[in-house]
């Protein structure tokens, strides 16, 4: 299969951040005095929109405090954000290479927008990307509507796409918009995970990806 168009997750995708986001939501949830999750609960959520990812940690929470965790959440990330989450090895030459040989690059990311435009400002990524989609734009994975707007931004078919990710989550995304999907395995989610979801190929490196991405195009 051939694809015109390579769609990548953020978060343990192209950038280190897992640790960073799951240390934030267990931070929050102490802050306001509920159960802290586990790492293994707390990388699971990676992926999804801020509202969902709430709704799944603390699901009895009324309005109000769910509210107050969200808000100790975006403080924390905020405040460890600043010392920095480094992009996988490799990742910029990947996308500067895969750029290079013709191939359209665009984004879908549980992030919110002030939030991805934050990292590809100081990442240097913003060129390599000629379309991005966050979860507070619309509805969060794994719901299709990320992909759908991307498909219909680019005019790309479905069939020339492919969605890269490190999460179930974004396995589901592609899986609802009808496009093949390549899961990631140094990320959020480990690869007992993701083999319970289908996908064209699985990656256990960015090396591994970046030759499996050039060599379908």
Known sequence: MSYELIVFDWDGTLMDSTRLISKSLQNACGDIGIAVPSETDALFVIGLGL????????????????????????????????????????????????????????????????????????????PWFEATRCADEGFSKPHPDMLLMLLDITGVEPHRAVMVGDTTHDLELAANAGIDAVAVSYGAHDAALLATRPARARCASVAELHRWLASHG
């Open 51 to 126: 509202e969902d990812t709430v709704r799944h940690v603390a699901p009895d929470l009324d309005t109000e405090r769910q509210a107050r965790l969200a808000e100790r959440y975006r403080h924390h990330f905020l405040s460890m954000e600043g010392f920095g989450a480094p992009l996988y090895d490799g990742v910029p030459e990947m996308l500067a290479d895969l750029h290079g040989r013709g191939r359209r690059l665009a984004v879908a990311t549980g992030k919110a927008r002030r939030g991805l435009e934050r990292v590809l400002d100081a990442t240097g990524l913003r």
